[in-house]
């Protein structure tokens, strides 16, 4: 039967069929949603349907994406790659789109990303560079103002002195564990659990993160982190066996209640991140992630193996983890010195070589 609306009713065909290959591949809803959304966005700027789609168009969009709207390469790159999936589906004869546009427009999709026309992985780490660790003094200041701010509000007999609580021991948990700002937010009062090697740190000898960065389309991906700091089991316990319970939602099962709902919120979260940041006046590129930063970055500093930080943190690959390490100067200085020293000693004792 011939179409009302042809253009219209061919795309929505297409994208309905594509979600549907993709969620029949396994993919997270979100992720579908994400990717429809980019080909919807494309088709807005392009002002052209798929079977009229060329390269230039993508030139185009890109430099748009770029120059206008600030987007930064792994962005770029990831609204390229939804867009050519989306063109792997149209042009995939087993779906029969080429001869439905033939017969419809007398034209059919064609692929238009190509690898010459396509942001690609020009560095390991494609992220803001200013971004680092915190030092080990600039932690401590940090953490002391948090805790000061406890004893601040409630010496003014405010009762917002949990919250306060409540951040302050947030933010040590996260910075404990190295934790993403997700995996923090989602903790539960059940994820701590024993670890028989390390009999010391009692009931919190490890954390189960159940929602860890997920690969594209995946579902969260889940890792246990040991304990490794002797502070960490009282902060913890500290929270959940005296303050916590005063909280108006402390009946829920989320570790960090919130004032209003069962669980804080990730604006919160990054809110009161930058408010103490800056009342101690810390360098304005430190952000939330500079806790996990840090905490990676300590660990190497304290002579951990590497392939332990890395399983700690859930890295698939040694580089990624070595993307996140900032180690001071003071630190190259030590370990230089520990190299030459040795290299003295070694030239020094009889029969050594000079």
């Not at 017969?103 to 690898?115: A, E, K, L, N, S």
């Amino acid at each position: 039967m011939p179409l009302l609306r042809p253009d219209e009713q061919v795309f929505e065909a297409m994208i309905k069929g594509w979600r549907n290959q993709q969620l029949a591949r396994n993919l997270s809803p979100g992720y579908v949603n994400d990717q429809e959304r980019t080909v919807r966005a494309f088709i807005r700027h392009a002002d052209a349907m798929p079977w009229q789609w060329t390269p230039q168009h993508v030139d185009e969009w890109s430099a748009d994406l770029r120059a206008v709207h600030g987007c930064v390469r792994s962005t770029l790159r990831n609204y390229q790659g939804s867009v050519r999936q989306f063109c792997d589906f149209l042009t995939n004869p087993a779906y029969g789109w080429g001869e439905e546009c033939l017969r419809h427009f007398g034209t059919h999709p064609v692929q238009v990303v190509y690898d010459w026309n396509a942001a690609t992985h020009a560095d390991e780490a494609e992220g803001e560079p200013e971004r680092r660790a915190f030092t080990r003094s600039e932690l401590e200041v940090f953490f002391d103002h948090a805790d000061e701010e406890v004893l601040r509000v409630r010496g003014k007999g405010r009762k917002g002195w949990l919250p306060a609580f409540r951040d302050a021991a947030l933010f040590k948990t996260a910075y404990a564990y190295g934790l993403r700002r997700n995996e923090t937010r989602m903790l539960d009062l059940t994820d701590f659990g024993r670890n028989p090697e390390g009999r010391e740190f009692g009931e919190y000898g490890t954390l189960l993160v159940r929602y860890g960065k997920a690969k594209k389309g995946s579902p969260p991906k889940r890792r246990s982190v040991l304990t490794v700091w002797h502070w960490t089991p009282g902060t913890i316990e500290e929270w959940i066996s005296e303050v916590r319970p005063g909280m108006r939602r402390s009946t829920s099962r989320a570790l960090w209640p919130s004032e209003r709902g069962p669980r804080i919120g990730l604006q919160r979260l990054d809110s009161r991140f930058a408010v103490y940041r800056d009342a101690v006046g810390l360098d304005p590129a430190l952000e939330f992630h500079s806790l996990r930063r840090s905490y990676i970055t300590h660990l190497i500093e304290d002579g951990h193996d590497p392939l332990f930080v890395q399983q700690q943190v859930g890295h698939d690959h040694a580089s990624t983890t070595a993307i996140y390490t900032c180690v001071s100067s003071d630190f190259r200085t030590r370990s230089l010195r520990r190299v030459l020293d040795a290299t003295i000693e070694a030239a020094l004792r009889p029969g050594g070589t000079s």
